[in-house]
């Protein structure tokens, strides 16, 4: 089973990207053959942002995941300009794109309409490029959180339509989406996704936060004018809070309901809060030396990069002869 994920180096990462995304990568390394990891910073420069900072925060990301659990030894983790047969494979992936499903995209709809200067073409592309990161492994399976369905559809629909035009050559992925967790919401918009760009700080929870920050972020999460602790039609603050405990504490949602049918909000807060701190302390607790070693960080991106190399230029020398590229 070949396991493939992205992720953005926006640094400092939210509980959403720990639940929807980080966790299951950390599972998956122990089942991928290999699973590989990759940050994806070409997709971070389709929207404004400052070249100083890309190649701090990208350490920022790359430390959380090895905070996290990820292991060198046992996947591969890498950063995405590091491999140019991401790019490549963009390139040629897209003359078997429509643009009619580019235009389609949530997320090229939602990034555009908040971009205030430029929506840039690369933002566009973004979708194909991203189908490029995971087909050039030929990945079986990809651990996502459920903002990234369309995303993977678009990606077996891309695969499907270059095998068929050009003969089987790559393998269509599967996504991975948890049962619960896949989506948490903005502790302060309950309607919303966790996001790093949009809303409040208040509304979402960083995997770096110190407790007491944790503590008052959850203390002041937005419920409703109700008392009854379970899931259901406008109670989705409540049913978020059920389900990152869920997560945190490792038990059923349904227990939980059954657990706090007595309790009122405020201790229920309190008790996720609890659960959440002690989640992320061991994240939290890791991060300050592995972030601290640029060089070693340097080095493991580098010897990523050339094992994930080894991947995907077999794929990219396949794909070129398939669609008549350079020599024969
Ligand atoms: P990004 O930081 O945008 O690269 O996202 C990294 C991963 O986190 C992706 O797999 C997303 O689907 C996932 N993710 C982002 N926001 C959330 C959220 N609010 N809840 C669950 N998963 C999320
Ligand atoms: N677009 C994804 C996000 O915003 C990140 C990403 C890039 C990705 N390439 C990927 C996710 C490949 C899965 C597979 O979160």
């Known amino acids: 089973m070949r396991i493939f994920s992205g992720i953005q180096p926006t640094g400092e990462k939210h509980l959403g990207n720990y639940i929807g995304a980080i966790r299951q990568y950390v599972e998956a390394q122990d089942r ?4 590989v990891f990759c940050i994806v910073d070409l997709h971070a420069i389709t929207v404004s942002y400052d070249p100083k900072e890309l190649r701090k925060r990208l350490h920022d990301t790359t430390a959380i995941l090895l905070a996290a659990g990820l292991d060198p030894e046992r996947c591969v983790l890498f950063r995405q300009s590091d491999v140019k047969e991401h790019t490549e ?12 499903d580019l235009n389609r995209m949530h997320q090229f709809k939602d990034k555009s309409a908040s971009q205030k200067e430029l ?9 194909v490029l991203q189908a490029a990161d995971v087909l050039a492994y030929r990945a079986n399976e990809v651990p996502v959180g459920e903002d990234q369905r369309q995303h993977i ?11 068929e035009r050009f003969g089987e050559t790559l393998v269509v992925p599967e996504h991975r989406i948890p049962e619960v967790g896949a989506k948490v919401m903005d502790l302060q918009e309950p309607d919303r996704k966790m996001s790093t760009s949009v809303g409040a700080d208040s509304g979402r929870v960083f995997v770096l936060d110190e407790e007491k920050a944790i503590r008052k972020k959850f203390g002041s999460a937005v419920t409703d004018s109700g008392r009854e602790i379970r899931r259901g039609e406008d109670k989705a603050g409540i049913a978020n ?14 227990e939980i309901e059954n657990d706090f049918a007595d309790a009122g909000y405020g201790d229920f807060k309190k008790a996720v809060a609890d659960s959440v701190v002690e989640f992320l302390a061991p ?7 592995i972030r601290a070693d640029d060089a070693e960080l340097e080095r493991i991106l580098a010897t990523g990069a050339e094992r994930a190399r080894g991947y995907a230029s077999q794929t990219l020398a396949d794909v070129r002869s398939a669609m008549g590229i350079g020599p024969p």
């Open 153 to 163: 559809e678009l990606m077996r629909e891309i695969a499907r339509r270059f095998n």
């Open 32 to 35: 991928g053959e290999p699973a």
């Open 241 to 254: 809070l059920i389900g990152v405990l869920s997560v945190a504490s490792g038990k059923a949602e349904d």
């Open 119 to 127: 929506v840039s073409a690369g933002l566009f592309f973004y979708p």
């Open 89 to 100: 494979l963009s390139w040629l992936l897209g003359s078997v794109t429509a643009h009619g």
């Open 283 to 289: 994240v939290r607790d890791a991060y300050p030396e």
